[in-house]
């Protein structure tokens, strides 16, 4: 059984009710959108003309289009109902960076017409359509679009060296971006699991390097052909210096240390670096930058440049003497005048340096590209130097991650810092603290809050040295203080008793995945004496923005295969790729939710197979011919641990390698439950006593409460689902607390004794187990909190 899901609860508390029914649920939003009264009925065969588009894009363009509207298109230049014009001459040859893709999109009572400059424009006009005809199946409302994107490089990395990434899963994800009007496909072929490109100059490369598992050129060649159909670009990833280690299994002598080497089966950051002082590795670099040159022709290749471990260099004698001889002071320096001669070589074959945020130096050119995963510090940095950048910090889909959370992402940094207010009555505490983490250091920074006579409160935050952010939603819940902020971990959530001067006790949620925290006060008081300096944060240069072109989601395979990448992408990529082409206060999560349901629905209907892809996992853990509702209703509850907790579980349980196990329940689960969004939803409408919300609650607590015996004999009946038996007692335990909740909410306010009791129980509930939250846990602490004095 294959589950499908619409969630009509989502409201949007933006709009009124009126202007919500009426708003088509396409996404991303387009910049100007006018509804009219009427619909525009599908007939079974529709005239349909185009000009100015090459045979390639016009075939497909109308393949896509003749299964959207579900009509047959019979070319008709005379009595066409669905035009298509496009300015300029048919540019069949390869997008560019910057090309316009706006359009114009009008539905009335004589048909359907599109107005673009570009084919481009036309492609991403046929998107919008294709989704106003999933949703309205047979008619199209009379609508006026008027639309173009905000950024011009928005895109998603697939990383296939990892876990190499089938052919037709690359061709899907291909055929969602367009539907998403994505535009870079960003593909990571090269790393210390694998090489997988076709090297006819250096074979050993596939041959030793590879497990066998590479694309070939003529792959290659024809991955590229169907993107630029799709009007997207495709830019490879070959990593140097660093990241090196099935070079080094191929060609150990190009390596700064002798071997010998193999392929690494384990996930981390290795010490293989090419060898600096060799003038066969600029020889290699050339070779190999010439024979990709010929593959892939967009202007850009991205040279990796990251996450160097100088150990390799500093133990080299022949990298020492060639320091020496080039006055280089440092392995910082060394990498410098490494990428430097690298740019040269890249602008011999006619291309333009882009790497991660580690190649950023002044003595750079200035047209090269720098994507960043350090985070909008280091991309405001970079935009000011007068460097082009993208973000790719908070949009990283490898992690899974509440949609809402990439949705906040805002690729312009915002200076929206507030300078803290003290008068003579306010109070101030200055608190200090530790996040150890399951793999890496610990968290550490500092924090403030400052609190006025009449009871508001703002607050600070320093996190691993960084800029000073603001504290968001300051508020007491019994004896704990609750505050939030955004960071490259996902949102991070304090939840800590401030009332001992001596310790900090309580937890940080990132994501779903709660953290011990410890720490201690450094100060309080009242007024300006010895109160804390708040450092403000750099200004960012308004103009320095136009700098900044856009970002792309980054989806790293250590846990993710070809079986379930549809399902780890799919559907909030549709939410980040709104950020990147709409309206930068396009801001309403509830609203964005409401079009997700939509969009969750529409993308399998453009062949993403994410929802296959969770139906084939959970039929391979059960007996043939199981009925499946009761795993789809515990991944309805449950979802995986946030962030980078279960990368970090696992490598505490040494599966943090490439035999790791990628099959059981948890990798079929997408990032986010969105019916626990929708319940969510329902939760904020609670007040203490009032039937309605409280009833929609209750009625999905029972749904699934009902579903709990075939759960737990699906469970006791089937080996590969046997651990989850703990887990399935617990969501029992929760569902009963949460209905308990509900009857006690009818009756009157939870008072504060009854909610610590209730929280405590809700917090152990809430641990990750299996690699997994049970996020039901934190829905029912939302609800008590709803219902509470």
């Not at 009008?106 to 919008?128: F, H, M, P, V, Y």
């Not at 011919?625 to 970090?648: C, F, K, M, N, W």
Request: glycine fraction near 6%; charge should be negative; proline fraction near 5%.
């Amino acid at each position: 059984m294959k589950k499908t899901l619409l969630f009509t609860s989502l409201m949007c508390a933006g709009l009124s009710m009126s202007a919500l029914a009426a708003a088509p649920a396409l996404m991303p939003y387009p910049a100007k959108l006018s509804q009219q009264q009427g619909y525009f009925s599908l007939p079974a065969t529709l005239g349909f003309s185009v000009s100015q588009m090459g045979d390639a894009r016009l075939a497909l363009l109308k393949q896509q289009l003749q299964q959207s509207l579900n009509t047959q298109l019979v070319d008709n230049n005379q009595a066409a109902s669905l035009q298509i014009h496009v300015k300029q001459s048919a540019n069949a040859d390869y997008p560019a960076l910057g090309d316009d893709e706006s359009y114009s999109l009008k539905i009335n009572s004589q048909g359907i017409r599109i107005d673009a400059a570009t084919e481009l424009g036309a492609l991403r006009a046929a998107q919008t359509l294709r989704q106003l005809a999933f949703e309205h199946q047979g008619k199209l409302p009379f609508v006026s679009i008027q639309d173009s994107p905000r950024f011009p490089w928005r895109g998603l990395m697939i990383d296939s060296a990892r876990h190499f990434m089938p052919l037709d899963a690359i061709y899907r994800q291909l055929d969602g971006m367009a539907s998403a009007k994505l535009n870079v496909f960003h593909w990571h072929l090269t790393d210390d699991q694998g090489w997988r490109l076709e090297s006819k100059t250096y074979p050993k490369l596939q041959e030793l390097a590879s497990d066998g598992l590479y694309y070939t050129q003529d792959d290659i060649r024809k991955v590229v052909d169907y993107a630029r159909q799709l009007g997207i670009r495709v830019v490879p990833e070959f990593d140097v210096p660093g990241h090196a280690s099935a070079i080094a299994t191929a060609y150990p002598e190009l390596i700064s240390l002798p071997g010998p080497y193999q392929l690494e089966r384990h996930w981390g950051v290795f010490e293989p670096l090419l060898d600096p002082s060799n003038p066969k590795v600029y020889t290699f670099i050339d070779a190999m930058v010439g024979e990709i040159a010929s593959l892939f022709p967009d202007p850009y290749l991205h040279i990796g440049g990251d996450e160097i471990n100088p150990k390799q260099w500093q133990q080299s004698e022949s990298v020492a003497a060639y320091m020496t001889e080039h006055k280089l002071a440092d392995h910082h320096e060394l990498h410098t005048h490494f990428n430097a001669k690298v740019q040269k070589i890249l602008a011999r074959h006619g291309k333009k340096m882009m790497g991660w945020d580690e190649i950023f130096h002044p003595d750079l050119p200035k047209d090269i590209m720098i994507q960043s995963w350090q985070g909008l510090d280091s991309l405001a940095q970079t935009a000011m130097a007068g460097y082009q950048g993208l973000l790719s910090t908070g949009f990283y889909i490898d992690q899974p991650q509440k949609t809402a959370y990439h949705y906040r992402n805002e690729p312009i940094p915002a200076n929206d810092f507030v300078a803290p207010k003290i008068s003579n009555d306010t109070q101030w505490q200055q608190w200090q603290f530790e996040m150890p983490r399951l793999k890496g250091s610990a968290v550490k920074g500092e924090f403030v809050i400052f609190t006025q006579a009449d009871g508001s409160r703002q607050g600070y935050i320093q996190v691993n040295k960084q800029q000073t952010r603001m504290l968001k939603d300051i508020e007491t819940l019994g004896s704990l203080t609750r505050f939030w902020l955004d960071t490259w971990m996902g949102p991070m959530q304090f939840e800590v008793s401030l009332n001992s001067t001596k310790s900090l006790d309580g937890r940080i949620l990132i994501g779903n995945s709660p953290y011990s925290v410890r720490g201690k006060q450094l100060g309080s008081g009242q007024g300006n004496n010895n109160a804390p300096q708040v450092v403000k944060p750099t200004h960012f240069e308004p103009q320095s923005a136009d700098n900044i072109l856009g970002g792309e989601a980054t989806i790293w395979s250590e846990i993710i295969t070809g079986e379930n990448l549809d399902l780890r992408i799919w559907p909030r990529l549709y939410a980040i790729a709104e950020r990147f082409w709409s309206a930068k206060t396009l801001t309403d999560k509830d609203e964005m939710y409401r079009r997700l349901a939509v969009m969750h629905e529409y993308g399998t209907k453009v062949g993403l197979a994410y929802a296959d892809q969770q139906q084939a996992g959970f039929a391979s853990l059960v007996s043939k011919g199981a009925d499946l509702s009761p795993l789809y209703t515990l991944a309805e509850i449950v979802e995986q641990a946030q962030y980078y907790t279960r990368h970090h579980i696992k490598f505490q349980a040494d599966a943090y390698h490439h035999g790791e196990r990628l099959d059981r329940f948890v990798d079929f689960l997408p990032a986010e439950s969105l019916a626990l969004v929708a319940l969510d939803r329902t939760i904020s409408q609670v007040k203490p006593t009032d039937n309605t919300a409280l009833s929609k609650v209750d009625e999905t607590l029972s749904t699934w409460q009902q579903q709990l015996p075939a759960m737990r004999e699906l469970v006791n009946t089937n080996s590969e689902l046997l651990p989850l038996a703990p887990v399935v007692t617990d969501i029992e335990q929760t569902l009963q607390l949460s209905r308990q909740l509900v009857a006690n909410c009818r009756n009157s306010a939870i008072n504060q004794a009854e909610g610590e009791t209730l929280r405590n129980q809700l917090w152990q509930l809430a641990e990750v187990r299996q690699e997994m939250v049970i996020g039901l846990a934190h829905s029912t602490e939302r609800l008590l909190e709803r219902c509470s004095n």
